[in-house]
């Protein structure tokens, strides 16, 4: 089984910056694709940056220019840098490693989730 553990979420005030953690443990062999979405009360979860393996990124526009993703390939873990914080961003933010592969010939590739951790932006 794989796990997802997420860290740094909190209160803060709109213009600040938080930093997200996201450690995967387990059986794993490779993570093709980690991730980061969002669900804010009322809505549907929504996708907020997405980063390959090979480090290629992905962002919803609404993050562009604010965010940044990283990820340790080593360590299987994901990075969310949010700066430029609005109260719009509030939300419970959810992990994701998705096509996770536990041994060189696992198939089918699975998903996973973190239980999430909330951000609230507010003054």
């Known amino acids: 089984q794989v796990q997802l553990v997420e860290s740094g979420g909190g209160l803060v005030q709109p213009g600040g910056s938080l930093r997200l953690s996201c450690a995967a443990s387990g059986s794993i062999f490779t993570i093709a694709l980690m991730g980061w979405y969002r669900q804010a009360p009322g809505k549907q979860r929504e996708l907020v940056a997405t980063t390959t393996s090979g480090g290629r990124t992905n962002y919803a526009d609404s993050v562009k220019g604010r965010f940044t993703i990283s990820r340790d390939n080593a360590k299987n873990t994901v990075y969310l840098q949010m700066n430029s914080l609005k109260p719009e961003d509030t939300a419970v933010y959810y992990c994701?490693?998705?096509?996770?592969?536990?041994?060189?010939?696992?198939?089918?590739?699975?998903?996973?989730w973190g239980q999430g951790t909330q951000v609230t932006v507010s003054s």
């Open positions: 994701n490693a998705d096509r996770v592969y536990r041994t060189p010939t696992d198939w089918p590739p699975r998903s996973y």
